[in-house]
């Protein structure tokens, strides 16, 4: 989600959706000042997606289109929130009626590129990746390129994915949901030692996963570093005794 998609105060969403609810002729209103509310509701919607609570948002998104209907935000939203209740043909027009409105929005294409992706439409996404990072004034690229390596690697395509991933890291080198992929990207081409640089800068800024630790002992294999792979067995275990990656690990052990 769009980094400007940030959190209000309370106090501030209090009034906000307060005056949003003492002004029902909307039509009456001059076009500037729909257009700011259009854009406050749209901002109170991502808040009730976040939480969970999606007629909620629904409703403020239905309001800011009757306010404003060609606010490009808006429908991008949309499309998130119909693609996160499963309604994908909506979710695809919301995102389609986005980008007719504004062929160059960066969070549209990068947010419908995810969508297609999920889809397993994996070409169409990867051109609406590359098309986002094309405008030098996006400021989430590294998102982009990003979400074009997990594309990639889903479509099977490690090489494309190793580039997509080492251009987000170039733009934010401790960028988690990059550093983990490439970890995994070295160690299934044998890359022993690079596998194990990239997980130590992900275990510096990421979570310490059942998966992240599960690759670790991978890694620690492939090394032959029997003293990491002993370490981290052994915290896979204790902390996610329960998780699919144990089960491989345990599996994985001589019998």
Same mark, same amino acid.
């Given at each position: 989600?769009?980094?400007? *998609?940030?959190?209000? &105060?309370?106090?501030?969403?209090?009034?906000?959706?307060?005056?949003?609810? &003492?002004?029902?002729?909307?039509?009456?209103?001059?076009?500037?000042? =729909?257009?700011?509310?259009?854009?406050?509701?749209?901002?109170? +919607?991502?808040?009730?997606?976040?939480?969970?609570?999606?007629?909620?948002? #629904?409703?403020?998104?239905? #309001?800011?289109?009757?306010?404003?209907?060609?606010?490009?935000?808006?429908?991008?939203?949309?499309?998130?929130? @119909?693609?996160?209740?499963?309604?994908?043909?909506?979710?695809?027009?919301? /995102?389609?009626?986005?980008?007719?409105?504004?062929?160059?929005?960066?969070?549209?294409?990068?947010?419908?590129?995810? /969508?297609?992706?999920?889809? #397993?439409?994996?070409?169409?996404?990867?051109?609406?990746?590359?098309?986002?990072?094309?405008?030098?004034? @996006?400021?989430?690229?590294?998102?982009? @390129?990003?979400?074009?390596?997990v594309c990639a690697m889903a479509a099977g395509k490690l090489e494309n994915a190793e580039t @997509?991933? =080492?251009?987000?890291?170039?733009?934010?080198?401790?960028? +988690?949901?990059?550093?983990?992929?490439?970890?995994?990207?070295?160690? *299934?081409?044998?890359? &022993?030692?690079?596998?194990? +640089?990239?997980?130590? =800068?992900?275990?510096?800024?990421?979570?310490?996963?059942p998966r992240a630790l599960w690759l670790g002992v991978q890694i620690a294999r492939l090394n032959? !570093? =029997?003293?990491?792979? +002993?370490?981290?067995?052994?915290?896979?275990?204790?902390?996610?005794? !329960?998780?699919?990656?144990?089960?491989?690990? *345990?599996?994985?052990?001589?019998?």
């Amino acid at each position: 989600m769009d980094k400007r *998609l940030r959190a209000f &105060g309370v106090a501030f969403l209090t009034v906000a959706l307060a005056s949003c609810a &003492g002004s029902p002729q909307n039509t009456s209103k001059p076009a500037n000042e =729909r257009a700011k509310l259009a854009a406050l509701n749209t901002e109170i +919607a991502v808040q009730y997606m976040q939480n969970r609570e999606f007629q909620t948002a #629904k409703d403020k998104l239905d #309001k800011a289109l009757e306010l404003d209907p060609h606010n490009v935000d808006t429908h991008n939203t949309f499309g998130l929130l @119909y693609a996160v209740l499963g309604e994908h043909d909506k979710a695809e027009a919301a /995102f389609k009626k986005a980008l007719s409105l504004d062929p160059d929005n960066s969070s549209a294409l990068n947010n419908y590129g995810q /969508f297609l992706c999920q889809r #397993k439409r994996f070409d169409e996404g990867e051109k609406m990746f590359m098309q986002a990072v094309e405008n030098p004034l @996006y400021r989430n690229a590294e998102s982009a @390129y990003n979400n074009a390596g997990v594309c990639a690697m889903a479509a099977g395509k490690l090489e494309n994915a190793e580039t @997509y991933f =080492r251009r987000a890291l170039e733009i934010d080198p401790t960028l +988690a949901p990059a550093l983990l992929p490439m970890a995994d990207i070295s160690l *299934l081409q044998s890359r &022993g030692p690079q596998a194990s +640089a990239y997980l130590k =800068r992900y275990f510096e800024v990421g979570p310490r996963s059942p998966r992240a630790l599960w690759l670790g002992v991978q890694i620690a294999r492939l090394n032959a !570093d =029997r003293d990491a792979e +002993a370490s981290l067995s052994l915290e896979l275990e204790r902390t996610f005794p !329960d998780s699919p990656q144990t089960k491989l690990l *345990l599996d994985s052990r001589p019998q």
